[in-house]
């Protein structure tokens, strides 16, 4: 993805802050979609990256592969005890993003909270209309994102968004809300039971195997 989307992710993540500025402390410690971390250590994973430099980055890897785990545990580790106010002030500050979430012109970042926003607010009866201007750059970076399970969901399959009008691939179709796609395509088993389709039993089939439990 050549298109700078930087301020597109500027704008979800401060959406996603202004979010988080409602939340009892109880709604903060609740489980979010997201490997059965809380509200506030998922936000500690969204803002763990924002403050790494390169020489940063590589140590977080080698203490991920020392430690057995991934780098997402470790930064949850090391940010996801801060505090609700020092973690939106951390989001904020960093809306911009920066380091490897800026890379492929921001669609990281973008995608990264988009996913995560929601991933918040489905399991808190929370639900939203996510702007097409954002939504529609996290659906076409989504068969490109490696570091998610999406690449290979998506593979043989025809998605049809019937809200945006948005299409990819080819194959038996899956169809539903754009938000249903992006969710189910990125791991989240809840989200199949919207989306219908002549493909849909091998996407689930695909989510459900991969599920992290």
């Keep these: 993805m050549a298109t700078d989307v930087k301020p597109l992710a500027a704008a979800e993540r401060n959406a996603f802050a202004?979010?988080?500025?409602?939340?009892?402390?109880?709604?903060?410690?609740?489980?979010?979609?997201?490997?059965?971390?809380?509200?506030?250590?998922?936000?500690?994973?969204?803002?763990?990256?924002?403050e790494l430099g390169r020489s940063a980055l590589l140590r977080r890897?080698?203490?991920?592969?020392?430690?057995?785990?991934?780098?997402?545990?470790?930064?949850?580790?090391?940010?996801?005890?801060?505090?609700?106010?020092?973690?939106?002030?951390?989001?904020?500050?960093?809306a911009t993003p920066t380091g490897a979430t800026a890379g492929f012109g921001g669609a990281i970042g973008l995608t990264d909270t988009t996913i995560h926003h929601q991933d918040?607010?489905?399991?808190?009866?929370?639900?939203?209309?996510?702007?097409?201007e954002r939504?529609?750059?996290?659906?076409?970076?989504?068969?490109?994102?490696?570091?998610?399970?999406?690449?290979?969901?998506?593979?043989?399959?025809?998605?049809?968004?019937?809200?945006?009008?948005?299409?990819?691939?080819?194959g038996p179709e899956v169809a539903g809300r754009a938000e249903s796609i992006l969710m189910a395509v990125s791991g989240r088993p809840i989200a199949l039971a919207d989306l219908s389709g002549p493909g849909l039993e091998r996407l689930a089939a695909r989510v459900k195997r991969h599920e992290k439990r």
């Design 120 to 132: 918040v607010r489905r399991p808190l009866g929370l639900p939203r209309s996510i702007p097409p």
């Design 18 to 50: 202004d979010l988080l500025e409602t939340l009892t402390p109880e709604q903060w410690q609740a489980r979010t979609l997201c490997d059965r971390w809380t509200v506030q250590q998922l936000v500690g994973h969204v803002v763990s990256y924002e």
């Design 135 to 170: 939504l529609v750059p996290v659906l076409d970076f989504l068969p490109m994102a490696l570091a998610l399970p999406s690449w290979r969901n998506v593979r043989g399959i025809r998605l049809v968004a019937t809200d945006l009008g948005w299409t990819h691939g080819n």
């Design 61 to 94: 890897y080698a203490r991920a592969l020392a430690s057995r785990t991934s780098p997402n545990a470790v930064g949850v580790r090391e940010y996801g005890d801060r505090s609700p106010d020092e973690l939106v002030g951390l989001l904020r500050r960093h």
